[in-house]
């Protein structure tokens, strides 16, 4: 299975799905090294954390528009939104999440996110 593959499942199951302990426990190393200055590092960490912020969020969705990998690389561009939130909530963020893999493991995580602003300078979207 190449890395692209791996994420792209890690993504589905995990994003789309909303299996996060199943997701990371078949997916992420455990000794899963996260960069998100937010987020302590480690698989048990992540999934506190996140089984957390799903349950809290159910309004939360994901939709994935690309996924590149160079190697053991793999980039996610996705846009996230809550439908439940405010206005802003709704328009959501473009997330970038990098992604190291080893074998059929996700091993490291970065991330950026930017808003998606009410307007924009341009007719291009951020997808």
Known sequence: ?????????FMDE??????VRSSFERWVDPGYIQHNP??????DAAITFLEKFVNENKGQHTKIHRIIADGN????HSHGWNEG??????????VVDI????GCRVMEHWDVISPVPEHSANTNTMF
């Open 38 to 43: 937010y987020a302590a590092t480690g698989r």
């Open 14 to 19: 995990f994003y789309m799905k909303k299996q």
């Open 99 to 102: 992604f190291r893999v080893k």
């Open 1 to 9: 299975m190449t890395p692209k593959q791996v994420v792209a499942r």
């Open 85 to 94: 939130g405010d206005a802003a909530a709704q328009r959501g963020f473009a």
């Open 73 to 76: 690389l793999v980039a996610v």
